[in-house]
């Protein structure tokens, strides 16, 4: 930070040097105060030749999906970000809030815009309940592909109530089975990129790694013949949130088989942290990503 008191003059003479100052210049009291922001990704450099894509980001107010969505939109892909602000709702419940604040939706998309000069939709949308619209989204933007984050994500609040189990199993099955089925309906070539959990596989240890992938299994038929079989390696979940997941795996090898589906799930651990390079370009609310207080992750 550069303070000027009034009546000094601050004179940026390098032209060539403008275009890397990254912050804001305002008066606070008597003085002039030029914050440098944290050094963000070079943006100019970002693209390396890569084909840009259409991208619908599913959950992109979330955690992950937020600066998946910046992550895209930095390297000139266009981003459509699809959310029921549900997670937001659910924070209102628990009476709770991201222990980094946030701002709204239109706060942090504007916010962008204004210090990259790129454009990131947002559309609002429950997936588990408006397949019409989920199907018309599809057809309109033709996406190369969709990253789906628009669960919900907690284990502990899936436990709380028969209520929250319920709530859990409809909206995580449903948003699945939706946006699966309306990929088969649009007939559109789009590749699904899906977050599971490694939770999905409990919390004890058969003391092998689990394969990526099918596992080749040797199973013995009804004559004690060997069978050979590519199965998913079986699940064992400990709470509705871990149960839906599982679940989903399911969803995904089925389009996979029976409609052809281009789809990749990953069984990911646990994801922390606060910044990325494309959320630290804005030292205010506007940009960070939301961190979750008290319901626990997975
Ligand atoms: N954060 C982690 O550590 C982690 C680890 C493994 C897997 N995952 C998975 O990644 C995904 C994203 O996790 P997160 O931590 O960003 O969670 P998050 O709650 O911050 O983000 C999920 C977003 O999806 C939206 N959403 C939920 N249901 C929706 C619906 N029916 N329609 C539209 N939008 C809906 C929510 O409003 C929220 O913005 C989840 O599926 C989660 O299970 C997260």
């Given at each position: 930070m550069l303070?000027l008191?009034r009546?000094?003059?601050?004179?940026?003479?390098?032209?060539?040097s403008?275009p890397?100052?990254?912050?804001?210049?305002?008066f606070?009291?008597?003085?002039?105060?030029v914050?440098?922001?944290p050094?963000?990704p070079?943006?100019?450099?970002?693209?390396?030749?890569a084909?840009e894509?259409?991208v619908?980001?599913?959950?992109?107010?979330?955690?992950?999906?937020?600066?998946?969505?910046?992550h895209?939109?930095a390297?000139?892909?266009?981003?459509?970000?699809v959310?029921n602000?549900?997670?937001?709702?659910?924070?209102?419940?628990?009476g709770c809030?991201?222990l980094?604040?946030?701002?709204?939706?239109?706060?942090?998309?504007?916010s962008?815009?204004a210090r990259?000069?790129?454009?990131?939709?947002?559309v609002?949308?429950d997936?588990s309940?408006?397949?019409?619209a989920?199907?018309?989204?599809?057809r309109?933007e033709?996406p190369a592909?969709?990253?789906?984050?628009?669960?919900?994500?907690?284990?502990?609040?899936s436990?709380?109530t028969?209520r929250?189990k319920?709530y859990?199993?409809?909206n995580?099955l449903?948003a699945?089975?939706?946006l699966?089925a309306?990929v088969?309906?649009s007939?559109?070539d789009?590749?699904?990129v899906?977050?599971g959990?490694m939770?999905?596989?409990?919390?004890?240890t058969?003391?092998?790694?689990?394969?990526?992938?099918?596992?080749s299994?040797?199973?013995?038929?009804d004559?004690?013949a060997?069978?050979?079989?590519?199965i998913?390696?079986?699940?064992n979940?400990g709470?509705i949130?871990?149960?839906t997941?599982s679940?989903?795996q399911?969803?995904?090898?089925?389009?996979?088989?029976?409609?052809g589906l281009?789809?990749?799930d990953?069984h990911?651990?646990?994801?922390w942290?606060?910044q990325?390079?494309?959320t630290a370009?804005?030292?205010?609310?506007?940009?960070?990503s939301?961190?979750?207080?008290?319901?626990?992750?997975?």
């Amino acid at each position: 930070m550069l303070q000027l008191a009034r009546g000094m003059v601050l004179t940026l003479a390098a032209r060539d040097s403008l275009p890397s100052f990254n912050g804001s210049i305002r008066f606070a009291g008597n003085f002039l105060r030029v914050d440098r922001l944290p050094r963000g990704p070079d943006l100019r450099g970002a693209r390396k030749g890569a084909r840009e894509l259409k991208v619908l980001v599913l959950g992109g107010d979330g955690f992950c999906g937020w600066p998946t969505a910046l992550h895209l939109s930095a390297r000139d892909h266009q981003v459509v970000i699809v959310d029921n602000l549900s997670r937001r709702v659910i924070d209102e419940e628990l009476g709770c809030e991201s222990l980094t604040p946030i701002t709204s939706i239109g706060e942090r998309l504007a916010s962008w815009h204004a210090r990259t000069g790129r454009n990131i939709e947002f559309v609002q949308l429950d997936l588990s309940r408006e397949f019409d619209a989920l199907l018309d989204l599809l057809r309109s933007e033709e996406p190369a592909a969709v990253v789906h984050f628009a669960e919900q994500r907690s284990a502990p609040y899936s436990m709380k109530t028969s209520r929250h189990k319920r709530y859990t199993v409809n909206n995580n099955l449903n948003a699945t089975n939706n946006l699966l089925a309306a990929v088969v309906e649009s007939a559109l070539d789009i590749h699904v990129v899906h977050l599971g959990t490694m939770g999905v596989y409990g919390y004890s240890t058969p003391g092998l790694t689990i394969p990526e992938g099918y596992l080749s299994a040797t199973l013995t038929d009804d004559s004690g013949a060997s069978v050979r079989a590519e199965i998913l390696y079986p699940t064992n979940p400990g709470s509705i949130y871990h149960l839906t997941k599982s679940q989903d795996q399911l969803l995904f090898a089925f389009y996979a088989k029976n409609e052809g589906l281009r789809v990749t799930d990953l069984h990911q651990g646990i994801v922390w942290g606060t910044q990325t390079p494309e959320t630290a370009l804005d030292d205010s609310p506007s940009t960070a990503s939301t961190m979750m207080a008290t319901t626990g992750r997975c």
